[in-house]
């Protein structure tokens, strides 16, 4: 099982930008799906997450300017990030809680991360 994460990127204040975190392999299921994130020196931390029904909680910092979503067909889950600030700079992780044949209770995979740089 892999999760790959894509559109990171380096944009201005105020601007937008959509990161997107593919799952592949064989499992059965895939559980709540999220996006963290980890500014250098800090530790990393929650932005948002969705579980399988839609259900979406989101850090007080992006409450109002990030969408996260899922496409449950695609195993695929977005965040929006519109309206952009420096303070948003960070390496971006999506994450999965995944079930698989062999493990029924489910596992916690990370994507490789992508770089979101903000200026000022």
């Known amino acids: 099982v892999q999760l790959q994460a894509s559109g990171g990127g380096l944009v201005q204040a105020g601007e937008s930008l959509t990161l997107s975190c593919a799952a592949s392999g064989s499992f059965t299921n895939i559980n709540d799906m999220g996006w963290y994130q980890q500014a250098p020196g800090k530790q990393r931390e929650l932005v948002a997450s969705v579980t399988s029904g839609g259900d979406t909680n989101y850090a007080d910092s992006v409450k109002g300017r990030f969408t996260v979503s899922r496409n449950n067909a695609e195993n695929t889950v977005y965040l929006q990030m519109n309206s952009l600030k420096p303070e948003d700079t960070a390496v971006y992780y999506c994450?999965?809680?995944?079930?698989?044949?062999?493990?029924?209770?489910?596992?916690?995979?990370w994507g490789q991360g992508t770089q979101v740089t903000v200026s000022s």
């Open positions: 994450n999965a809680n995944i079930q698989g044949r062999w493990w029924p209770t489910g596992r916690l995979y």
